[in-house]
């Protein structure tokens, strides 16, 4: 017989109760004081002013800590390129096209922080990682930066990184592509999932989609949303300043950019959509949202899979320093190769069912 616990229930954490590395809570204050000044009541942005905590690190034809970097142009006319991180080792490489954070306004790949990001990636699974540089709101709303999503998606299948640098292009398996972003960029990983799946490709195939803590909202105000008013980096205020920046004039936070399932999203999931693996944060405002997004996959016949860190905050896998940076890590790696082990067992099967059949 099991016991019932008839204890009191234990309380949602509140943003007081978060532990932070000093380093952290030093960097964490400065971007955030940087960037609510920057954002002006108007709409507009300040960007003069957020260059100044806004770092960059070069592109590096030599490698550093066995990753190589390049930046390669894709259109020049609006300034759409992608750094490509090479991992000095290793061949057959699957390639992970990566999105960025900063709620659709701030940073690029080229920010120090998100490309020491893409270098770990790159090293850790190891994989060609291929970090966008898409349009920021507000001076480009949606739809911006999911037509440069899709573009950087067409120039990989006509074999642009071939021409673009063919010795990465000989280590790439596009058949084992995989989108992958944090916060607004996996907001965009996943509508970039959706237009793949809708569209025929000749040589790209996507086989998975890495969601850390996706920006997802909605008119209604969820539970974190009210609790965690105090948490680091994401506020409600600050998003709703993003919304109102990205979203079309006059839309609402459940347009379907922002609430993929909410009350006016449009059409059925696309079959093809590949499986994706959800990170949630138990510090993290958006929460409730990243959560409902992984129960309206599955609820629609959908792969998914959730990985939550019940101690981290929103962003927490960019800083180095908190622990759960480094397990996340090891859960995305785990997630890739593991459909990449499926995807070659499907296509062995597939092939001797064909030899069979002859």
């Known amino acids: ?44 942005l300040n960007r003069s002013l957020l260059s100044l905590i806004d770092a960059r690190s070069p592109a590096s034809a030599t490698p550093v800590r066995g990753v190589r970097t390049a930046d390669v142009t894709v259109d020049p006319s609006r300034n759409l390129w992608f750094r490509l991180f090479v991992p000095s ?14 709620g659709f306004v701030f940073l690029s790949p080229d920010s120090r922080i ?25 001076e480009h709303r949606y739809p911006a930066p999911y037509e440069d999503g899709a573009d950087v998606l067409r ?18 398996d596009l058949s084992s592509c995989f989108l992958a972003g944090d916060s607004a960029g996996a907001n965009i990983a996943h509508h970039m999932g959706r237009r793949w799946a809708a569209d025929a490709w000749e040589r790209i ?52 950019a922002a609430n993929p399932f909410g009350p006016r999203a449009e059409g059925e999931l696309e079959a093809a959509l590949p499986e994706a693996m959800v990170v949630v944060g138990g510090f993290d405002p958006l929460q409730d949202w990243q959560r409902r997004y992984y129960e309206g996959l599955r609820a629609r016949g959908r792969a998914a899979r959730l990985v939550e860190y019940p ?35 499907t296509e062995q099967k597939d092939g001797d069912a064909g030899d069979g059949n002859q």
């Not at 998100?114 to 507000?138: E, F, M, W």
């Open 1 to 44: 017989m099991t016991e019932t616990d008839t204890s009191p229930a234990k309380p949602w954490p509140s943003a007081a109760s978060l532990k932070l590395p000093w380093k952290t809570r030093i960097s964490v204050a400065a971007i955030s004081t940087v960037t609510d000044f920057c954002r002006r009541s108007n709409g507009s």
């Open 311 to 345: 101690e981290a905050m929103h962003a927490f896998y960019a800083f180095p320093e908190i622990k759960e940076s480094d397990i996340v890590l090891e859960e995305i790696k785990g997630f890739i190769d593991d459909l990449r082990v499926r995807s070659i067992t």
């Open 155 to 172: 120039f990989l299948d006509g074999n642009g990184l071939a021409t673009a640098d063919a010795a990465a292009a000989g280590l790439a």
């Open 89 to 102: 080792s290793g061949e057959s490489l699957p390639v992970i096209v990566f999105f960025h954070g900063g």
């Open 114 to 138: 998100y490309d020491a990001v893409c270098r770990r990636i790159c090293r850790k699974i190891p994989a060609l990682v291929l970090s966008v540089n898409y349009r920021l709101s507000p």
């Open 205 to 256: 195939r996507l086989a998975g989609m890495v969601l850390i803590q996706p920006f997802f909202g909605g008119e209604e105000r969820t539970e974190a949303e009210l609790r965690l008013t105090k948490a680091p980096m994401v506020s409600v205020e600050r998003t709703d300043w993003m919304w109102r920046a990205f979203l079309p004039e006059g839309a609402d936070r459940d347009h379907e």
